[in-house]
């Protein structure tokens, strides 16, 4: 069973690699303190979940909400125009322009907010949508640089 939907599971393996190129610039390499290394690497490898997360989670789908709502509006008012334009079955055509236009804005705005749930925050690992997990990174990478600060004063 998998654990992900869609690219979540590369927020999982940018929290691996993090943790991985701290402890090789720490201890593999000897460059710097185990806590500075963990936190460059949580920093650096958060802030690149987050901002996949967003863009897959939440600029793109807007973007394509907004094409299809375009796209839809226009075609309904194209029924309009040719008169063949109904809300539903069992309902009577509206029975002026100005009905019209507001069964037809009625009908998109339905039609985005069903389209918006089916299409954010589709990329999650756990059902923890992808950018929150590279937040959640990004924070630990703050916890570890300021356990280093506090090491580095204190000792």
């Given at each position: ?20 190129v701290g402890a090789l610039l ?55 125009e040719a008169g063949r334009f ?27 907010q069903q389209t918006t749930l ?38």
């Amino acid at each position: 069973m998998f654990f992900w939907t869609g690219w979540g599971g590369v927020s999982f393996g940018m929290l691996f690699v993090g943790f991985m190129v701290g402890a090789l610039l720490s201890v593999g390499m000897g460059l710097m303190p185990i806590a500075l290394g963990m936190a460059l690497g949580c920093l650096a490898c958060g802030a690149f979940s987050t901002y996949l997360g967003l863009h897959l989670n939440v600029y793109k789908p807007a973007e394509q909400i907004a094409q299809r709502e375009a796209q839809f509006r226009a075609d309904l008012n194209a029924d309009v125009e040719a008169g063949r334009f109904q809300f539903a079955p069992n309902v009577p055509p509206p029975a002026t322009p100005e009905e019209a236009q507001i069964q037809v804005e009625r009908w998109v705005e339905h039609d985005r907010q069903q389209t918006t749930l089916k299409l954010r925050n589709r990329h999650t690992g756990y059902g923890i949508p992808m950018q929150y997990i590279g937040m959640f990174q990004v924070v630990l990478g703050l916890a570890f640089f300021v356990a280093w600060a506090y090491l580095a004063l204190t000792t």
